[in-house]
């Protein structure tokens, strides 16, 4: 356990990854059995596109094999479908992901839906849904799963800590609250029309701010000593930066917490960027190994 206020995102998913890769080589000698991710980009969304990359570099230094599919993007839904119904059937992919959003013509709960559970990297399938919520061995979102190890880090056993997450979104908000329930917490879902918002964050021990609005979470709403973890990215006008070339104002990424108020208070903070981000990916390739394992009645690691 670290005692610098400032959670380190960046070394935290290098020492997970650093641990997922050891469990990969070992999957390896003791199996003949290589982790497979595949990886669906339709169109050419900038930011999905680093994304995608990202991914894959990550992929391939962890000792897996990483597939990319790149679709254009006036791709057909019945096409997205039919590439996830061979990678469902190819016993060398164990983990899919359809990056999203999706082209406007493509459903993107359809082709989530269409992607076997079993392979279902991202959580974010109904079946992966009911399996979290009801105990069982799910394969759970990423974002919230980083979320869960750092805090588990900072504070140990979280039984009986009183949690608030702002934000009830499918990817991140309500993931967390199942996975912090988990763990024994009392946990409050907070969301735009919440009543009182200021006072129900300063009685959490644990504050996860996932709502997409810049720094909304003021910093007199933490709880002295409490843990806060911030996914929000937001870009932000940062005139005290100065102009670009082409005379707009230079920007920058903020959280949806006001940081620099906000690590007065805290005990321990994730900083934006540099905090929540690294970990999504070291825990997408977490969830492929514990897929591969559980696709070949191998008993997955525990990370
Ligand atoms: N787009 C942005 N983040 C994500 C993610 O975690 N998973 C998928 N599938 N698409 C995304």
């Given at each position: 356990?670290?005692?610098?206020?400032?959670?380190?995102?960046?070394?935290f998913a290098?020492?997970?990854?650093?641990i997922?890769?050891?469990?990969?080589?070992?999957?390896?000698?003791?199996?003949?059995?290589?982790?497979?991710?595949?990886?669906?980009?339709?169109?050419?969304?900038?930011?999905?596109?680093?994304?995608?990359?990202?991914?894959?570099?990550?992929?391939?230094?962890?000792g897996?094999?990483?597939?990319?599919?790149?679709l254009?993007a006036?791709?057909?839904e019945?096409?997205?479908?039919t590439?996830?119904?061979?990678?469902?059937?190819?016993?060398?992919?164990?983990?899919?992901?359809?990056?999203l959003?999706?082209?406007?013509?493509?459903?993107?709960?359809?082709?989530?839906?269409?992607?076997?559970?079993?392979?279902d990297?991202d959580?974010f399938?109904?079946?992966?849904?009911?399996?979290?919520?009801?105990?069982?061995?799910?394969?759970?979102?990423?974002?919230?799963y980083?979320?869960?190890?750092m805090?588990?880090?900072?504070?140990?056993?979280?039984?009986?800590?009183?949690?608030?997450?702002?934000?009830?979104?499918?990817?991140?908000?309500?993931?967390?609250?199942?996975?912090?329930?988990?763990?024994s917490?009392?946990?409050?879902?907070a969301?735009?029309?919440?009543?009182?918002?200021?006072?129900?964050c300063r009685?959490?021990?644990i504050?996860v701010?996932?709502?997409?609005?810049?720094?909304?979470?003021?910093?007199?709403?933490?709880?002295?000593?409490?843990?806060?973890?911030?996914?929000?990215?937001?870009?932000?006008e940062?005139?005290?930066?100065?102009v670009?070339?082409?005379?707009?104002?230079k920007?920058?990424?903020?959280?949806?917490?006001?940081y620099?108020?906000?690590?007065?208070?805290?005990?321990?903070?994730?900083?934006?960027?540099?905090?929540?981000?690294?970990?999504?990916?070291?825990?997408?390739?977490?969830?492929?190994?514990?897929?591969?394992?559980?696709?070949?009645?191998?008993?997955?690691?525990?990370?």
């Amino acid at each position: 356990m670290t005692t610098d206020k400032i959670i380190d995102g960046k070394a935290f998913a290098a020492n997970f990854l650093g641990i997922v890769s050891k469990e990969v080589k070992r999957l390896k000698s003791s199996h003949e059995l290589e982790p497979g991710l595949a990886v669906v980009l339709v169109g050419n969304d900038p930011a999905s596109a680093v994304y995608v990359r990202n991914k894959g570099e990550r992929t391939r230094e962890a000792g897996m094999h990483s597939f990319e599919h790149r679709l254009p993007a006036d791709t057909s839904e019945e096409d997205v479908l039919t590439l996830v119904a061979h990678l469902n059937e190819d016993a060398t992919v164990h983990g899919i992901l359809v990056q999203l959003p999706l082209p406007h013509q493509i459903d993107e709960q359809k082709v989530l839906a269409a992607i076997n559970p079993d392979k279902d990297v991202d959580g974010f399938h109904v079946t992966s849904v009911g399996r979290l919520w009801t105990g069982g061995d799910a394969l759970v979102p990423c974002t919230p799963y980083g979320c869960l190890l750092m805090l588990k880090d900072r504070l140990g056993d979280l039984s009986g800590k009183r949690a608030i997450i702002v934000g009830r979104s499918n990817i991140v908000g309500k993931p967390m609250a199942a996975l912090l329930l988990a763990e024994s917490c009392t946990v409050t879902i907070a969301h735009s029309r919440t009543q009182d918002l200021p006072e129900r964050c300063r009685e959490a021990d644990i504050l996860v701010a996932a709502v997409g609005r810049a720094e909304m979470i003021m910093g007199d709403w933490v709880k002295p000593g409490a843990v806060v973890i911030d996914v929000g990215i937001n870009r932000v006008e940062a005139p005290e930066r100065g102009v670009k070339e082409d005379g707009t104002v230079k920007t920058k990424l903020v959280g949806d917490v006001e940081y620099a108020e906000a690590i007065k208070r805290a005990s321990a903070i994730t900083p934006v960027p540099g905090g929540v981000g690294p970990m999504t990916i070291a825990c997408l390739l977490r969830n492929t190994l514990v897929a591969a394992c559980q696709q070949n009645g191998i008993e997955p690691p525990v990370l």
